[in-house]
C-alpha cells in the first residue's frame, strides 16, 4: 500500500461510515447485497467506496460479473478496517457510559446462533464486561411465543420475504441442502421428493411446501426436527432434503440449484423486544446487534 499523507490518515480515521461500508461489502461480495443489509442506497455505497479509494490514493474494489471483490490493498485495509470499527466502538461504548451491567435473556433460531452468535457475543463482551447475556435457541414461532409471555427480553427472529417496514437488518436466501448423492434424485419426478422440515409453522417450512405445490411437485415430509442440528443430521443421511438459511449451509452438504428444485424465497432477520419500552441493556444488544449483522 502506498504511504499515505498525515492529513489523509486523519481523514482516514475520522471516516468510520466509509470503514464500516467497506468492510460490509467485503463481506457481502457485493455492493447491492451490502446495500441491502444496510438500508442504504447502492450508488451511495459506490461514492462512499470512491471516497475511500480516493482517501488511500488506490483501488480497493474490483468489479466483476458476480459482484466485487478485494484488491490486493482491499485485501490489507480489511485488516486495519476491522481493527480500527473494534476499537472506535469499544472507546464510544466506554467514553459515553455505555458499559451496562445486568442480564438479558436472549432469543435466537439454531441458524442464525450457529452464524452470528460469537461475533455478536465477543464484541458485546468487550463493550459490557459486567452485563450477563442468556440465550435461549428456538424457531422463530416458540421464540415469539416467549416474547409475548415476557420469557424473553428480546430476540433475533425471521420475518417473511418483502417485508419493508425498516426493521430488517439484513435478508438471508433460503436454500435446498441434499447429500451429493442424493442430489441428482430431486430430478425425479416419478416419486415424491422426500423432505426434512422444520415446525409446520416455520419459514423454511411453509417456503417449501409452497413452493413444491406451485410448481406441481409431489413431496412427503419424510422426517422432522425443530432444530438445525437434527435437520443437519437428516440431510447427512442421504435420505431427504432439507432446507435452511445459506449461512448456516455446513461446508460437507450441497446447496441444490439449477431447475432442479424450484427456488425459494429469502427471509429477513429483525429483532423484537418483549415490550414497547425495553431496558437499557436490552436496548444495547439490539443495537450492537444491528451494527454488527451490517457487516458480517
Sequence with gaps: MKDISETNIVSLMLEIDLLRSFVAIAQAGSLSRAAQRMARTQSALSQQMKRLEAIVDQPLLQRTGRGVVLTHSGERLLGHARRILRAHDEAMADMSGRGLSGTIRFGCPDDYAA???????????????????EVICEP????????ARHALDLALISVPDGVEDGSVIRREPLVWIATPGLEAAGANRDVPLPLALSDADTLDHMAACEALTRVGREYRIAYASSNLAGLTALARSGQAFAVMTQTAVPADLRI??????PALPSVGITVKFDRARPN?????????????????
Excluded at 436496548?283 to 451490517?294: G, P, Q, S
Design 140 to 147: 422463530t414461532p416458540r421464540l415469539l411465543e416467549q416474547l
Design 115 to 133: 452464524a452470528f452468535l460469537p461475533d455478536l457475543l465477543r464484541e458485546f463482551a468487550v463493550a459490557h464486561p459486567h452485563a450477563l447475556v
Design 256 to 261: 441444490v440449484t439449477g431447475d432442479t428444485l
Design 280 to 296: 437499557h441493556l436490552s436496548v444495547a444488544f439490539a443495537d450492537h446487534i444491528r451494527r454488527t449483522l451490517a457487516v458480517l
